[in-house]
Every structure is written in structure tokens, then in C-alpha cells.
């Protein structure tokens, strides 16, 4: 049995659980978690915020931890190694996108670390909040920081690619003028990743109080939104703005920066939508409005060597298991800098 931290229905608090991992199968790898990071889609799945929430829900897709036993069919991870998990853990391997390495848009639907289908009981996957999980070695991702960084490195699993594939989908690089918009979980990885991708960048925030922040992490200038004179100064000129905010927003306030064939790329998802944008903004400078999610395994292994290389970790602040529920209330009120990290070692405590 496996201790873990999972929630029974949706009005109640996390707390201690035991589940069952499966042996591992011949294409299988299982992996002694570590640190599991704090996504607010945790958050809005384990208290039903989204539809479809299934219990005991057992959130937790940003892992890091090392390898404890290998199928017989496994040929890229040892006993030992230290990899990571992130947003899911199959596909479909066998459509469109999927032969591309695009698993996260599997056109028969990706199974996601946690409330996704499984044959394992409870008949859906149970994600990282726990001191283990086996993983099929296709969703297996290779961590080669250093040990001293591992729990700053698991927001990567989520925060990290979820900025990173925009970013290079878009074509981030010097030369090019990015905006990024929000300064939190995935704002500040964006302007960490934007800013060593040689990329100019801006930071928009909402609060004066954020300004030495986003330069502490990158940002080349920042902008406050509510600042008109501010914004008016950057018309015209930005070739990406990554739009991070997952509240529902005036996006027209940033499609009028974009120069020509410009796009604003979401990646927040808000609860209710956004007003709807003014068609002239888009159609006077061929300018986009895009989505992106999260990225696919080739992706997701490219931006942690990417991160490696240049030594970028998420700012995090780490919290035993037994924090998670007061974890989940500072994060609504925006009370961390930038990311919560369990330190799974604690979970059987």
C-alpha cells in the first residue's frame, strides 16, 4: 500500500489515504516520488471547480524522483535514475498528433497523471500527491540538474512546459519582442525562459508591488496594465504576448500591442469567458489570438535540458503533506512566490 493525500468528495478537506500502485508491467517504470509540485488545476479538480472530478481524486502532476524498478522491456531508465512526470501518462500513440510527438492533443484523448481513465483501481489514475507511481517509460522524462535542485525542478512538469511550447512554437529568440502576462506559477517561468531564449521581455502585472519582482526574474521592463500610459507606450510592437492570467480578462487591452502578425497566446484557463475581443484589433494587423497546452514528451524532455543548460529552476516555497490544504488557500489569495513543492518524503508522517 502507498500513502498518499487525496480528497473523498469534493467539500472535503485533503487528507491521509492509502492507495494502490500496480506492478510494474514489462514497458513499466516505478519511481519513488520525491516532491510533487502544487498546480492550481490540483485545486480546481480536487474541489470539482471543473467538471468531472472523480473520487478519491489524488491530485499531483508535477513529480520528480527516482527510479526503483524497470520493466523487461525498458531500455532508457535504470534503477537509480532520477526523472520526472508531468501532465500525463498515455496516449493513444497512434493518431495524428501523437505520431508527432503532440501526445497532449491525442485526438482520443491523453490520459492525464491524475482523474483519467485506467484499468488500475480506482478505475482512474492517481497522481503525485503519494510516495510512488508507476508510469509507462514512454511518459518518462530524464532529470539530469543536480540533486540540490530537484524540488525547485517539479513545477517544470507543468509551469515550465506550458510556457516553454508557446514560447518556441512562436519562435522566441533574440530579435523578438515578448510580453508575458501575469507574474505567477507560469508567469515567472515565462519571463525566465523567454529572457534566456534572448528574447526582450516585458512583464505585465496588475500591481505596482510586482514591478522589482518580474525584473528580479528577467524581465527586461515591466508594465503595469492599469497604467494606460504605460500600456500606450508599447502599441504596436510586440511579436508574442503569453497571456498566463487563468481569470477572465479584457484581452483587447493586449492584441492592440501586437505589431503586424503578431499573436496573443493564452494558456490560462479561466471559469468564465472572456468578453469577446474586438474582431478590428485582429483583422487591422493580422494579428492571432491562440491557445497552447502544456507540450508533448519530445517537448517536455527539450525544456528540462533546456532549463539544465541554463540553470533554470522554478522559485519555489516547500511544505510538508499535512500543508497542502492551507497550500491550496494561499494560492488562492496569490500568497506564494511562486510555487508550492510537497516534499512526498513526508506523506506517510
Not at 516553454?164 to 505567477?184: A, C, D, E
Not at 504605460?230 to 487563468?246: C, N
Request: aromatic share 6%.
Amino acid at each position: 500500500m502507498t500513502h498518499a493525500y487525496g480528497a473523498t468528495a469534493a467539500k472535503q478537506p485533503l487528507q491521509p489515504m492509502t492507495i494502490t500502485r500496480r506492478a510494474p508491467g514489462a514497458g513499466d517504470v516505478a519511481i519513488d516520488i520525491a516532491y510533487c509540485g502544487v498546480c492550481h488545476s490540483d485545486l480546481h479538480t480536487v474541489r470539482s471547480e471543473w467538471a468531472g472530478t472523480l473520487f478519491p481524486c489524488v491530485p499531483g502532476h508535477e513529480i520528480v524522483g527516482h527510479v526503483t524498478a524497470v520493466g523487461a522491456e525498458v531500455t532508457d531508465f535504470k534503477v537509480g535514475d532520477v526523472v520526472g512526470v508531468g501532465c500525463m501518462v498515455d496516449s493513444c500513440h497512434h493518431c495524428h498528433p501523437c505520431e508527432q510527438g503532440l501526445e497532449q492533443f491525442c485526438e482520443n484523448g491523453m490520459t492525464p497523471t491524475y482523474n483519467g481513465a485506467s484499468e488500475d483501481a480506482p478505475g482512474h489514475t492517481l497522481g503525485g500527491y503519494a510516495e510512488n507511481i508507476v508510469v509507462s517509460d514512454k511518459f518518462v522524462l530524464k532529470i539530469t540538474h543536480s540533486e540540490d535542485q530537484l524540488a525547485a525542478v517539479a513545477p517544470l512538469l507543468c509551469a515550465g512546459i506550458t510556457t516553454y511550447s508557446p514560447l518556441r512554437h512562436w519562435k522566441t529568440g533574440p530579435g523578438k519582442k515578448v510580453g508575458i502576462v501575469g507574474i505567477g506559477g507560469l508567469g515567472h517561468m515565462g519571463i525566465k525562459l523567454a529572457s534566456a531564449m534572448g528574447a526582450h521581455v516585458v512583464a505585465f502585472t496588475t500591481s505596482e508591488s510586482k514591478r522589482e519582482d518580474a525584473r528580479a526574474l528577467g524581465a527586461a521592463e515591466v508594465v503595469v496594465s492599469k497604467n494606460a500610459d504605460e500600456m500606450a507606450a508599447h502599441a504596436h510592437s510586440f511579436d508574442l504576448i503569453l497571456d498566463t492570467v487563468a481569470a477572465s480578462h479584457q484581452l483587447d487591452d493586449y492584441t492592440s500591442l501586437l505589431t503586424l502578425d503578431g499573436t496573443l497566446a493564452l494558456v490560462g484557463l479561466p471559469s468564465t469567458p472572456h468578453p469577446s475581443p474586438n474582431i478590428g484589433n485582429l483583422i487591422m494587423g493580422r494579428r492571432a489570438i491562440a491557445g497552447s497546452l502544456i507540450g508533448g514528451i519530445p517537448e517536455t524532455q527539450e525544456m528540462l535540458d533546456f532549463c539544465a543548460e541554463h540553470g533554470i529552476v522554478a522559485d519555489i516555497e516547500m511544505i510538508r503533506a499535512d500543508e497542502i490544504e492551507e497550500a491550496f488557500d494561499r494560492m488562492q489569495r496569490s500568497d506564494v512566490k511562486y510555487r508550492f513543492v510537497i516534499d512526498n518524503s513526508t506523506m506517510g508522517a
